[in-house]
């Protein structure tokens, strides 16, 4: 059992004031993985405080970019230094396969790298000339980091989410408290250690594991924070939201989805089924973005539904740590009754399950789930329309381009879509038409650093990821002088 019963605040590992902990359990066999610290209100106090300290009066903001860049690129280091022992320990916090884990730590290294390079480039070009129409004027824009930042963060991809946030934010010369999920807590403070190791100053970045309703509530209302970024439920995310408004802060969210799969009858049997798998097996469909609801051209729609039954029941099931296992365990018994149940509703509102939806009888310890297939499943459904965040996917059968539009803009999220076909224009048109903020063609869930991730509608406010990530971090200011020598003259003549 791993013990982690400290909080990392101002540069030191503390226990919590209140001397509590919890448990984190292995999601493989319920087992408890590790005791972890649980941190108060007045710890989340004590670290907002010292995130204050660090930007009112340290060094880290006034740095140049390429000063910054360098400790960024430590922390990648470091985290390189560790592949093996963090993916293996997301794997056991988390549940996901282990190649998963792998692809996660090394994509949460690479933001590191890529955000220290947009740190070096921002010292090229520290402002913005505007041009005005008064010559006797200059005016330009130059950008500063936006303050102290409240970091919460998601189950689903444990560090690679908190490098989303950690790595632009760091790069912007703002300074954090990070809150990880009390479900997956585990990297979150390991990526502390590493930034400790890599000369981050003391307070730049705190790390406070503990329970969403006690740290993470605190953290979302304390007014020492100039700005909230959140990814997670949507729920969660309207109470986020509403602690924000109290006080005006800077708000970034990135929520929940129920995204699209556009699947037109020219498209490549084989192909559609491993990219509709990839989008909703992927990480045991615990994903914001999965394509969950697929849009089948009638013509295609039954060779579709047989080829993609026959693919999924030979998806091996088991621990993310045995070899060859493709799903693994869902996060916590809490989530796998979440997803059971919501199968069992969508069965009684007349969807009909093809494959798939219940415990492997093999497997009877741990959060194990077959992947479940819904086909005809009903427009007004929840689960057509609500998300599930499991291996679940549900197909229907379109006969237009317009109708296959129609259906997959009818949902309060717009975070990601997908559209396949042979005919790339099609394509292009399609995409141009989806209410969404990520839109793949003939693919689905690839995601880059450089690239911008967020959604429209009730998906979110913001974008992570690339340049809009990191001046999400960053203020914009104006500044205008007056050049000219004459006297203005309004009032004094």
């Excluded at 690239?451 to 990191?470: C, D, M, N, T, V």
Aim: aromatic share 8%; with cysteine.
């Amino acid at each position: 059992m791993y013990h982690y019963e400290h909080l990392y605040i101002d540069g030191q590992w503390v226990a919590p004031r209140r001397q509590g902990s919890f448990d984190s359990f292995d999601p493989s066999d319920d087992s408890i993985l590790a005791r972890v610290a649980a941190a108060s209100a007045e710890d989340v106090a004590l670290a907002v405080g010292a995130a204050r300290r660090a930007f009112d009066q340290g060094d880290w903001p006034r740095l140049s970019g390429s000063e910054r860049a360098r400790v960024l690129r430590r922390i990648a280091e470091g985290i390189r230094a560790r592949q093996d022992e963090l993916a293996i320990l997301e794997v056991r916090d988390n549940g996901k396969p282990l190649a998963e884990a792998q692809l996660d730590i090394a994509d949460a290294a690479g933001c590191f790298v890529y955000y220290a390079g947009l740190a070096e480039a921002a010292d090229a070009a520290p402002r913005q000339a505007i041009e005005v129409p008064d010559e006797r004027f200059s005016c330009w824009v130059e950008r500063e980091p936006v303050g102290v930042v409240g970091a919460i963060i998601p189950w689903n991809f444990p560090l690679l989410m908190a490098a989303w946030k950690v790595a632009p934010a760091l790069a912007a010369g703002c300074t954090l408290v990070l809150k990880p999920s009390e479900l997956t807590p585990l990297s979150a403070l390991e990526l502390a250690r590493i930034a400790h190791q890599a000369g981050l100053p003391a307070g730049v970045l705190n790390v406070l594991s503990g329970l969403g309703s006690e740290a993470g509530a605190a953290l979302a209302e304390h007014p020492g924070l100039d700005k909230l970024a959140f990814t997670g439920s949507v729920p969660t995310g309207r109470k986020i939201m509403q602690a924000a408004a109290r006080e005006i802060k800077n708000l970034s969210l990135e929520l929940g989805g129920k995204s699209p799969f556009i699947v037109f009858a020219d498209s490549q049997l084989e192909a559609a089924v491993e990219w509709i798998m990839f989008g909703i097996f992927w990480n045991q469909g615990q994903v914001c973005s999965a394509t969950s609801r697929v849009l089948v051209e009638r013509a295609l729609y039954p060779a579709l539904l047989a080829r993609l039954v026959e693919a999924t029941g030979k998806i091996r099931i088991g621990p993310g740590l045995e070899e060859g296992v493709q799903l693994g365990p869902l996060v916590s018994r809490g989530q796998l009754d979440k997803v059971l149940s919501a199968i069992a509703r969508g069965q009684q509102e007349g969807a009909q399950l093809l494959c798939g939806g219940q415990r492997p009888e093999h497997l009877q310890q741990g959060n194990y789930l077959t992947p479940a297939i819904f086909a005809d499943v009903p427009l007004a459904s929840a689960l057509w329309r609500e998300e599930i965040f499991g291996p679940v996917v549900c197909l229907r059968a379109f006969d237009t381009e317009a109708e296959a539009l129609q259906l997959a803009n009818d949902s309060p999220f717009g975070l990601a879509a997908a559209v396949m076909s042979e005919d790339i224009p099609r394509c292009e048109r399609v995409a141009r038409g989806l209410r969404a903020g990520i839109v793949w063609i003939n693919c689905s869930q690839p995601t880059f650093n450089e690239a911008p991730w967020g959604g429209y509608k009730q998906s979110g406010i913001g974008r992570e990821l690339g340049e809009w990530g990191f001046n999400s971090y960053l203020e914009v200011k104006q500044i205008t002088r007056y050049d000219s020598q004459q006297a203005w003259g309004w009032y004094l003549q």
